[in-house]
């Protein structure tokens, strides 16, 4: 099972920017996807972003787009979330994951996450 370490979450204020970073313990080429999910108290967990490992295209969520930029270096096995223009809303723990879904159902493990919580 991959172990996935996610970092760069904080305190920012509506408006504001943070990067979230991932990093997995092993070669994740395997999978067709990196991926981004949220969960806000109270809520379901959501995907949020995925990148085609291949391809480098991204999907996002309705809610982020516009807004919200995922990538990856393949050569470290890492990804990113360049979230800007955040809103209270996406106060959130978000866990990263790698796979080959957009839905949590894909996934049965996931790291610990890294909390962003935007105020108003």
């Known amino acids: 099972q991959v172990q996935l370490v996610e970092s760069g979450g904080g305190l920012v204020q509506a408006g504001g920017s943070l990067r979230l970073s991932c990093v997995a313990s092993?070669?994740?080429?395997?999978?067709?996807?990196m991926t981004w999910f949220r969960q806000a108290p109270g809520k379901e967990r959501e995907f949020v972003a995925g990148?085609?490992?291949?391809?480098?295209?991204?999907t996002y969520v309705d809610s982020v787009k516009g807004r919200f930029t995922i990538s990856r270096d393949n050569s470290k096995d890492a990804l990113y979330l360049q979230m800007n223009s955040l809103k209270p809303e996406d106060t959130a723990v978000y866990y990263c994951?790698?796979?080959?879904?957009?839905?949590?159902?894909?996934?049965?493990?996931w790291g610990r996450g890294t909390q962003v919580t935007v105020s108003s």
């Open positions: 990148i085609h490992q291949s391809s480098g295209a991204a």
């Open positions: 994951n790698v796979g080959n879904s957009f839905s949590t159902r894909g996934y049965s493990s």
């Open positions: 092993e070669r994740t080429s395997r999978y067709y996807f």
